[in-house]
């Protein structure tokens, strides 16, 4: 088959590979018939998460058709069209039997607090993803999910992570009716969390970036107020004084290890192994928020150490939440808001690249070039 393959930070190509085997009873192997890149995919692209193997292929976000079951499969038959979340669970340990699918103690040995997620470097697994022409996906019974007869595969697609992300990151902030939220990050995830918001009794969302397109989706797309923070001395101080010198009642971080960068975060992240990436959106949210508000995490940090302001966080009151997604347990609340026409998550997909051209793709995602917000990859198999 055809895949992605990493070869280093700025480096990934599509070479062949062999097609995924049945390693188990309970696998089923899966056709991509749509995969797309996350912002968090730029962590690895760019050399940020410790671990990332030459030979890997990225991609936790994709829908498909069986093509292949394991005896031991009972829901699923070859020729199910499929939605396949990012974490891969195995359903019955302590957490998975608490809902805690991203936390399952099962399926990664390298971590003791991430679960297992579909092409996210070793510290998750060392699992291939689904930016490929065919994906092995464990536990067949558990994750995925038919996609609904009414659901239009690129809805299925941002299904299976970054709308759940983002309406999870409006759960984790506790919101309520007419609450201030603040979003820092307008990516698809912040997008759709700012979305979420209103769904939840936000009185006001205010969405913080600094890239116009993005900003001008946020405004669009989920009908938020908007700061360029490149715009102002200061953002955290401007967004004191937009909200009453007071700060946000919910603060929500959809930026996490800062994917594009910056030079110590380079020095400290991808030669030293240092950090997981740099804090400064993480810093402004606890900054901006107000005395006893609430600050949910939903972006994506590496596995180790970075400097935040703790001591403010703490004296400040501040509920911090904050989790990898467990996307299953987001689907049939969202498949409601869908079918009643409150979300249509495909709004936000700018491009659509043939997995052939996957690196143009990444560099275009990157660098923000050509108003990219959301890139989908299309395999082109038979």
Not at 81 to 99: L, Q, S
Request: some cysteine; glycine content about 12%; charged content about 20%.
């Amino acid at each position: 088959m055809r895949a992605m393959t990493y070869r280093g930070p700025y480096d990934i190509r599509v070479e062949e590979k062999d097609i995924p085997r049945i390693e188990h009873p309970n696998d089923a192997i899966v056709r991509v018939t749509t995969a797309a890149i996350c912002g968090s995919d730029l962590h690895l692209y760019h050399g940020l998460m410790p671990d990332t193997r030459v030979g890997s292929t990225f991609g936790h976000e994709f829908v498909g058709v069986v093509h292949e079951v394991g005896p031991s499969v009972r829901d699923l038959a070859v020729g199910d069209r499929v939605m396949v979340p990012f974490n891969i669970y195995c359903g019955t340990c302590f957490f998975c039997a608490r809902g805690l699918y991203s936390n399952c103690h099962n399926v990664n040995p390298n971590a003791t607090a991430a679960g297992g997620i579909y092409g996210y470097s070793h510290t998750t697994g060392g699992y291939d993803g689904g930016q490929a022409e065919y994906v092995r996906v464990p536990f067949a019974d558990v994750g995925p999910a038919i996609v609904p007869d009414w659901m239009d595969e690129e809805d299925a697609v941002l299904c299976t992570d970054a709308l759940a992300t983002g309406y999870f990151g409006a759960q984790l902030a506790d919101i309520a009716e007419g609450d201030v939220v603040v979003v820092f990050g307008a990516g698809p995830v912040g997008l759709f969390a700012a979305r979420s918001a209103w769904l939840m009794g936000a009185g006001r969302v205010i969405v913080v970036d600094h890239v116009e397109d993005r900003l001008a989706k946020a405004r669009s797309f989920a009908h938020a107020e908007t700061y360029d923070f490149t715009r102002h001395k200061d953002i955290v101080v401007e967004l004191k004084r937009a909200t009453g010198m007071l700060g946000a009642d919910r603060v929500i971080d959809a930026v996490g290890a800062e994917a594009d960068g910056n030079l110590l975060q380079h020095v400290t992240g991808t030669r030293l192994k240092l950090q997981g990436g740099s804090p400064i959106a993480l810093n402004w949210a606890i900054d901006t928020a107000r005395k006893g508000g609430t600050l949910s995490v939903m972006g994506v940090y590496g596995p180790v150490p970075t400097a935040v302001r703790f001591g403010d966080a703490m004296n400040k009151g501040l509920t911090l939440r904050a989790n990898q997604t467990p996307v299953k347990r987001q689907w049939p609340r969202l498949f409601e808001h869908m079918r009643n026409g409150y979300l249509k998550p495909n709004d936000v997909v700018t491009h659509r690249i043939p997995l052939e051209h996957i690196a143009e793709g990444y560099h275009m995602f990157s660098a923000k070039l050509d108003g990219c917000i959301k890139p989908l990859v299309v395999p082109g198999t038979a």
